[in-house]
């Protein structure tokens, strides 16, 4: 099945020019893939088609790929937001027993049905902001049995939306109340139940929450072993809160990425660059959370590592399900250009993922893309609490409106 879209502003992202656009683009879907990118008036000769659809001058970028997410769980946790503003921080609510626990107890009393059914909704809401890719992360289960069951869910999602969707274990999230006292021996269980999900095809990636209030960097790199022996790729929840050498150690595993990075400092910052991670910057989290300190942006520029922009979605530090949103604060709070951003949320979120089919417009790439009622792509991070989105293409086919 060949199919021509025609008459589009294509912001392809791909190569260095501003954009990589092509005004009065056309892409030719075959299938699931880009057969073929470029200015109409090249296109090639004699070309058989079974369908074509004019795009009147949309503006077209590739599908958004929101590369950390934490969607699956039960409840919510607006009560701890008020105790926050009224003085209490997110580490002060953590030690005191609610926090990521709290959702533990609310994930692990939900049925499966309940927790698909509302992870289906909150996917949906990105969907319709233009999300084609999407990882979601376990970590509210916390024993064998329930980070399975959270990770089926993810899975499930994939399976029956028009999405793609990565899964990666986060069992190093917090230490479930029937380990405390005893974190190594809550990692010695995680890295024994790590190689069980992964044969039962539930994990892509593998991820820990290196913190004061969470793991050490000894407990991650036991993790990280666990991943390294079943040839799973690793990421990090680094230097959100404060600085324990979290990326240099994911680099040293050769991370896709670390994530948030608030506190990083230079020697991390050069340790990434040499490993080829990614930095995954998380705007809602940093806003959510009233944060001061901005990740070191001009620091990664420098040393050339790529930086993605994820929606960190969860009940405790960034209940968003707006990606446009994230566009837009990681202009406005951490002074990325428009287009480092949408970069941020496509080519760069797919490498985050360690996907090279997609992120991008160009022959060969998963045929994912999005129109948008927008004279410029400069538009998607300039609005804010609006959503451009007019028709979106996921693996080649358009999804409902
Ligand atoms: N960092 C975060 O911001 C989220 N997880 C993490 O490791 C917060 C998760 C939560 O508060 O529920
Ligand atoms: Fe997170």
Not at 339 to 365: F, K, W
Request: hydrophobic share 45%; net charge negative.
């Amino acid at each position: 099945m060949k199919t021509l879209w025609r008459n589009a502003r294509l912001a392809t992202l791909a190569g260095d020019t501003p954009w990589g656009m092509i005004e009065r683009g056309a892409l030719l879907v075959d299938d699931a893939s880009l057969a073929w990118v470029g200015a109409e008036a090249d296109l090639p000769r004699g070309l058989t088609i079974d369908a074509e659809h004019d795009l009147r001058g949309a503006v077209v970028t590739p599908g958004l790929v929101d590369c950390h997410t934490h969607l699956v769980y039960g409840g919510e946790r607006a009560r701890e937001f008020e105790l926050r503003l009224a003085g209490a921080s997110y580490e002060d609510v953590a030690r005191a027993g609610g926090g990521i626990r709290s959702t533990v107890a609310a994930t692990r009393a939900a049925s499966d049905d309940a927790l698909f059914a509302s992870a289906r909704a909150r996917a949906e809401a990105l969907m319709a902001e233009g999300v084609t890719t999407l990882e979601i992360k376990s970590g509210y289960g916390l024993s064998a049995e329930h980070e399975a069951r959270c990770l089926r869910v993810a899975r499930r999602l994939g399976r029956e939306l028009a999405l793609t969707v990565r899964t990666t274990c986060l069992s190093a999230h917090a230490l479930p109340p029937e380990f405390a006292g005893r974190a190594d021996d809550y990692i010695a269980a995680v890295c024994a139940w790590l190689p069980v999900l992964h044969e039962e095809g539930l994990v892509d990636a593998v991820d820990a929450f290196c913190e004061r209030i969470a793991f050490t960097t000894g407990q991650t790199r036991r993790v990280f072993a666990a991943a390294r022996a079943l040839g799973l790729p690793v990421k990090l929840h680094a230097e959100q809160l404060s600085d324990m050498g979290g990326a240099a150690l994911a680099a040293e595993f050769g991370a896709l990425s670390s994530d948030h990075l608030e506190h990083l400092g230079e020697g991390g910052v050069q340790a990434m660059a040499k490993a080829g991670s990614v930095a995954v910057l998380l705007p809602g989290a940093f806003y959510f959370l009233r944060e001061k300190q901005l990740p070191p942006v001009a620091a990664l520029r420098a040393a050339g590592v790529p930086i993605a922009i994820a929606t960190d979605h969860n009940p405790g530090s960034s209940p968003t399900l707006s990606p446009l949103l994230m566009l837009s604060m990681a202009c406005t709070l951490f002074r990325l250009t428009p287009e480092e951003a949408l970069r941020g949320m496509t080519v760069h979120a797919a490498r985050a993922l360690g996907l090279a089919d997609r992120g991008t417009l160009a022959a060969g790439q998963r045929a994912d893309f999005v129109a948008w009622n927008v004279q410029h792509p400069n538009e998607l991070a300039y609005w804010f609490g609006h959503r451009p989105c007019a028709r979106v293409v996921a693996g080649g086919e358009e999804r409902a409106r």
